[in-house]
């Protein structure tokens, strides 16, 4: 088992930045790629960005240019920075890690962006 706690989400003016923080702990070796999705009102849930253990990553188009993920694997932690955020990024953030197996799945942390 892989357990995930998130932080970091919040209220921003369109424009800011916000960081999000996912820690793992648990069976965490069996861990390779770790990243983040998000569901917005009414919407399905869509893959954000991901980063293996070698730091590949990948981004959704409507985020490239302004979100970077990154991966601490000595503190088992994966960063999502967000920057210059829209209205329409507002949404429930969800980290992820996947093994070979399974999909964990964190809590979800909440990025509201408005005026």
């Known amino acids: 088992q892989v357990q995930l706690v998130e932080s970091g989400g919040g209220l921003v003016q369109p424009g800011g930045s916000l960081r999000l923080s996912c820690a793992a702990s648990g069976s965490i070796r069996s861990i390779y790629t770790m990243g983040w999705y998000r569901q917005g009102p009414g919407k399905q849930r869509d893959l954000v960005a991901s980063?293996?253990?070698?730091?590949?990553?990948n981004y959704a188009d409507s985020v490239k240019g302004r979100f970077t993920i990154s991966r601490d694997n000595a503190k088992n932690t994966v960063y999502l920075q967000m920057n210059n955020l829209r209205p329409e990024d507002t949404a429930v953030y969800y980290c992820?890690?996947?093994?070979?197996?399974?999909?964990?799945w964190g809590q979800g942390t909440q990025v509201t962006v408005s005026s």
């Open positions: 980063i293996t253990e070698r730091g590949t990553t």
């Open positions: 992820y890690a996947s093994s070979s197996q399974y999909v964990y």
